[in-house]
């Protein structure tokens, strides 16, 4: 499965707050894969892991998931 087509059927229906499984399972796939996307995406997370407590990566995750909701 290309990146492209794994990043396009993570989106769901309209609301971006009902992620069900495929969702999570196709966001590990991208997380995981040997390419470009899976190393900047593992990076940009160990440094976040590293340098933001539980509570502040939980709040970046729901200011994300707003903002794709906004776009």
């Known amino acids: ?9 993570l989106t769901g229906g309209e609301s971006v707050y009902c992620i069900n499984q495929a969702q999570m399972s196709r966001t590990r796939d991208m997380l995981f894969a040997e390419n ?8 940009i997370l160990d440094d976040l892991e590293c ?3 539980r509570n502040e990566r ?9 903002r794709l909701k906004d776009k």
């Open 1 to 9: 499965m290309s990146v492209l087509n794994i990043q396009e059927q």
């Open 51 to 53: 340098r933001l407590s």
């Open 36 to 43: 470009s996307t899976g190393e900047r995406l593992r990076s």
């Open 58 to 66: 939980a709040a970046l995750a729901f200011t994300i998931i707003e």
